[in-house]
């Protein structure tokens, strides 16, 4: 199926920040697709939303990003992507694993993990789909974090390293595959907290501690990350830059704890 309409595919894409591109992405007149892991009926309710809205305009697909560890998964998954709309405009790389990695406990499995979201798969789906954003000369969008950089995470030293990772593809990428690939990144701070009843999850005490630390005095909202990543698509003369969407906290950031 080939469409006019511009198309997305935001990893990670279910919930929260990513599911906030993809709502915003679809309002302005793209065909989304819609990547998720373990978040299938949550993908599956947000497709059905938006196809209520604009039929046929938004996609699911289900798939383990260790895909990329197999070339014949990978280029499955990649023939699943293109079949959708028949092209693709826009790649943003949102999946990731975020969780602590103290020195003395680390082990295979968390490296593995950490470095497959935030750093391998980013770079290897990149390097497959190029010829198809080629085609479209469409851009690449990397979500980072305002840890990846000389402020580092306490006690999570190996997304630190992975986020670095994924920081430094963004800039390697865009000299790269310029002129005919644009390739950002956007860098949140604290535009999300951590799910209630997730492993990272804070109280109230620690909530206000985080916004007593950032210079505009709220949380941020995954909006405001959506509102940056169409930015930088519509942003023709602007590559290999990462915006910092934090609300002033990494002025005023240490780098350990939230």
Known sequence: ????????????????????????????????????????????????QLNDMRDNSAIVIVADLAVVNDDTALNQFVQNIMSAFGQLDVLVHNASRFYPSPL???????WDELFLTNAKA??????????????QQGCIISLLDIHAK??????????NM??????????????????????NGVAPGVNILPDPNGDQALDLTQQQEIIDSIPMQRIGKPEDIAHSVLYLIQAHYVTGEIITVDGGRSLTMAGSGF
């Open 1 to 48: 199926m080939n469409t006019q309409a511009p198309v997305m595919l935001v990893t990670g894409s279910a919930k929260r920040i990513g599911a906030a591109i993809i709502r915003a992405a679809h309002s302005q007149g793209y065909c989304v697709i819609i990547h998720c892991h373990h978040s299938e009926t949550a993908a599956n309710r947000l497709a059905a």
């Open 104 to 110: 003395g406990g680390i082990n295979h499995g968390q």
């Open 162 to 183: 992975a986020k670095a990772a994924h920081r430094m593809m963004v800039q390697s990428l865009a000299l790269e595959l310029a002129p005919d690939i644009r390739v």
């Open 150 to 159: 000389d402020k580092p995470f306490t006690n999570y030293t190996v997304y």
């Open 122 to 135: 980013p770079l290897l789906l990149s390097q497959t789909l190029l010829p198809y954003l080629k085609h």
